[in-house]
């Protein structure tokens, strides 16, 4: 039996758990939801109001030059660069993930234009399906998407394919792709790859440069805890710079943004990537948010997270034996930062459980999905979460009319 005391101990001897002083976080909630949005954070909320007060306030224009506004994709990029193993220079914050992704794609595809097919994930993101599929569409050259069972893969690399678009943490189950051999099968074919980083990034150590990743892409909002849709960041590896095109060109793409050229020259490095203005507020939360990570180092976030996830799991098994469905894979070497739960009542469960204070979220069909954010979460959250599990399912709380209705954003 695990109990409370035991999980209260370990928040004791948790080296990271000065760090949850960082968040705001509302009494008598416990969120198992950053995976989704992440909370606020004082990085976040002292950034904002210097750029509000002493930035815009009073160096109004001015302060696109001397508060360094105009250099902040690249040098938040910078930022998260450590978060996945790539070097300065190859990172960019900009637009939202889902345009990062157009970018890339439509770039990669004109790179091979004597290849045809682009493999995806049948269960990837549907917006990572919608924008690979309209940018095939747009290639200038007839290629095909092809929506595939990923344990698959092998079999469908073949040389009529461009590039591969895959997403490293299933969002549904929170299964954790191989990186490093996928990259390395799918280089061997002679395809690109993308990988879409949006669960991985502040979860899981990433080493994209070992890896040898062509590109990747990942969420602000998430793990990262910049705020409700926040720029996201793209990465091209420096071997791919100058050669990798933007199809979406803008001014600030330009070699020379403020000499209104009528004709495009790209920028050099990852700033071609580049289409508009910067959102300077929303990059200001994002600034503020990276400051948490300086603290700590990846290696003991992933620790901590999987000792979560691990108790989580183990919790779950000894109060609701036989209740729900583990969808998460058990082996560490293959679970993300959430874990994942089948019941066909889910969706209402996951509400009844909001009632009681504990958030995490529902995916269609059935997965009650639950994030474990090591930055901010304590063992005794982790208990507490499972308790109140138990009494909505003891009490059949899920049948109540007031869980039965679905609200939009879920
Ligand atoms: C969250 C998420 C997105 C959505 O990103 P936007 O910034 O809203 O476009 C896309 N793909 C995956 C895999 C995600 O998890």
Redesign the pocket.
């Known amino acids: 039996m695990i109990t409370r005391e035991d999980c209260g101990r370990r928040d004791e001897t948790d080296e990271l758990a000065a760090l949850r002083e960082w968040f705001t976080l509302p009494d008598g909630v416990v969120y198992l939801d950053g995976n989704?949005l992440g909370p606020v954070s004082r990085g976040v909320r002292r950034r904002v109001d210097e750029v509000l007060d002493g930035e815009w306030a009073t160096g109004l224009v001015r302060s696109w030059n001397s508060a360094g506004w105009m250099t902040m994709p690249t040098r938040l990029g910078d930022q998260v660069a450590p978060l996945i193993g790539a070097r300065p220079g190859e990172v960019l914050v900009a637009?939202?993930?889902?345009?990062l992704?157009a970018k890339l794609i439509g770039g990669a595809l004109a790179l091979r234009p004597e290849r045809h097919v682009v493999l995806t994930d049948a269960r990837?993101?549907h917006?990572?399906l919608y924008i690979a599929r309209a940018m095939a569409a747009r290639a200038g050259h007839p290629v095909e998407v092809r929506a595939i069972d990923r344990s698959a893969l092998a079999d469908e690399l073949g040389p009529e394919v461009a590039l591969v678009v895959l997403?490293h943490v299933d969002?549904r189950t929170g299964e954790m792709l191989d990186l490093v051999g996928i990259t390395a099968a799918v280089h061997a074919c002679g395809a690109l790859l993308l990988w879409?980083l949006?669960?991985s990034a502040g979860a899981v150590p990433l080493d994209v440069t070992a890896a040898n990743v062509d590109f990747a892409a990942g969420?602000?909002?998430?793990y990262l805890n910049a705020g409700p849709?926040s720029p996201?960041f793209l990465y091209v590896r420096r071997s791919w710079q100058g050669v990798l095109e933007n199809p979406l060109p803008g001014w600030l793409g330009h070699a020379r943004p403020f000499g209104f050229e009528s004709t495009y020259e790209t920028a050099p490095g990852v700033r071609a990537f580049l289409t508009s203005s910067p959102p300077v507020l929303a990059l200001a939360a994002m600034e503020g948010a990276l400051e948490v990570f300086r603290h700590v180092t990846l290696e003991q976030l992933r620790a901590k997270s999987l000792a979560l996830t691990d108790l989580f799991i183990g919790l779950v098994e000894e109060r609701l034996a036989g209740e729900f469905e583990i969808v998460t894979p058990r082996e560490h070497d293959r679970r993300a930062s959430q874990v994942s739960l089948r019941h066909p009542e889910s969706d209402a469960i996951v509400r009844a459980l909001i009632e009681r204070g504990v958030i995490g979220d529902f995916r269609d069909p059935d997965i009650s999905r639950f994030g474990f954010a090591p930055l901010y979460l304590r063992y005794v959250d982790v208990f507490d979460a499972v308790e109140q599990m138990v009494a909505v399912i003891e009490g059949e709380e899920y049948r109540d009319a007031r869980v039965v209705v679905r609200d939009p954003v879920t």
């Not at 637009?95 to 345009?99: G, V």
């Not at 969420?219 to 998430?222: E, P, S, V």
């Open positions: 989704s637009d939202s993930l889902t345009i992704l990837n993101f917006s990572d997403t969002f879409d949006a669960h969420c602000g909002y998430k849709g996201a």
